[in-house]
């Protein structure tokens, strides 16, 4: 009995670990078989076998075939569906000046998807490192029903992910047909339009979304900014692909040499405004208004949204922006930006990492390779094309483009990006001298080390209350203080302002960064059984905001609790909670310190 029950949970762990790494069915059906095999040894010889042996070599051929079943089934490449029904309906075709297309219907008929549009030539090759070019036309009609590669960037293991979305989402689904991995390359550039299915003519607005990642990672198909439900509400949703890394962020002189615009360093954010201008000229084919654009973008996606605010090559594109997490407007950013003599430097040390002399030379090294470098390139930069001086100054001249922001953080924007950091009451002034400098001291005294514990949702803090407070003080100064900012030069400039403090918990990612995501894009139903009808109001009320700002810049509605506008008199902000209401600013007194750090630098701002 002892041998049939080992059986069981060996097979029942091996097909665990096969559907957690996505490996092929047929990988499941090999295992499955195996497992019979030995218990029909079991039956037959066991008892006619005298030697010990036998056993031993039938253990050793079946735990062998595991494993090399377990190599041969790995899962493999594919690009992921545009609509999660299976077999969807073709759309009617499109026609662009590159060519026709055909997209699908999402499940009930209510949203055509475009997904992998090339808006620029593949940027490979020779192109690696150098501007977007404008996209090749193609003959045919081209079916635009699968979300592109995601930009060329490092991937754990399948197998990580999975227990990651166990154990820290806690939204895993078993389910058929994802036995594949998401493809990866250099010919990234390529952007996925979602369009309501509507009656008239009436051209709608256009959200167009930057992706987040640290300028890193990420992908446009991600489930979580998927644009449907936005659709459905009126508009059409735009989302976009773009060079990430060393490859969207590599900065070289030889590059500014030969570059006809005299930049380096921004091949990403040159992407997104090639995907901006590409949008502007073609979105009516798609029942978008090209002179109703709204920027949309967390994260590094919000801090490439304000960057475009401040780009003189974007100036007429859009009106609105919603920025989410992150922006570059403190005189020295705590991240996504860096000044142009470090980009410079950095790129010095990838090349004599890699041994070569000139970018042409880098130009040659497989982007798997390119990928294993230990420098990082996860900044924009002042480039003189693209960005033409630290982007507070363009503020402060009232040069930048937006005509109203909607814009936001969440209660514990920094506590993943500190998991692995341990904070003591000894090292804690030195933890925040890192970011503070001499302003460490006055921080501590702000954010003291023993502050009360925050509840932690999903993150478990064993590491006492220094930790806790050094999540307060980091999800300040990397992430609200920047909005804190933003809001400012709004209020200066009179441009109407909507900022928002996300403080819903949940099971998933509760209001961690990037918490809101599935709320304002309306992709609560992807995960079922997660979110709660609380959660789903919200999502509501979101997703009206989103679009209404859209539409007029103003968030407000019919039946929406009042979202105040920021003025002079009025520095709240609106929670968004189960309850919904206007609060003051928590972060206020931290602000301060921040304030006074970043007055004592002196760096030459206008290089």
Known sequence: MAFYIFIVIITFLYIALLELSKNMIIGWVIGIFAAIAMIVFKVTYGKKVASGKVYVAAWLIFFLLLIANYCLTQPPFKRV????????????????????LTGVYNADKSVKVYAGIPYAKAPVGDLRFREPQAPDKWEGVLKADHFAPMAMQSRGSVLYDSLSHILGWHDYQIKFGDEYKEEVSEDCLYLNVFSPEKKSDELLPVIFYVHGGSLNSGQPSYSEYR????????????????????????AAEDLKAESPNGTTGNYGLLDQI????????????????????????????????????????????????????SSILPKEPFHTFRYFEDAIETGNELRAEFGVSSSADLRSIPAKELLKTKTQHTAMTVDGYAIKEQPFLTYEKGENHEKALLNGFNKKEADAFLLGTKATKENYVELLADDMGEYAEEMAEVVPYDLPQRDQYFIIDAMGEAKGALNVAYSAIWFSYSHYVWNNYMVDQGIPSYEYYFTKTNNVLSNYHAGELPYAYGNLWRHPGIYDEEDYKLSEIMQSYWVNFAYTGDPNGEGLPLWEMRDKDNTKLLNLDTEIKMIEDPNNEIYKVIDKYQDSLTRPYGK
């Open 274 to 325: 090639a995907a901006l201008k590409w949008v502007h000229e073609n979105i009516k084919a798609f029942g978008g208004d090209p002179d109703r654009i709204t920027l949309a973008g967390e994260s590094a996606g919000s801090s490439s949204v304000n960057a475009l605010c401040v780009s003189p090559l974007t100036a007429g594109l859009f009106n609105y922006v919603i920025a989410e997490s």
């Open 81 to 100: 569906p545009a609509v999660d029904n299976k077999k969807p309906e073709v759309t009617e075709v499109v026609e662009i000046p590159q060519g026709k």
């Open 227 to 250: 644009g449907e439900d936005l659709a459905k509400r009126g508009v059409v949703y735009v989302n976009i692909g773009y060079r990430v890394g060393v490859f969207g962020y590599y």
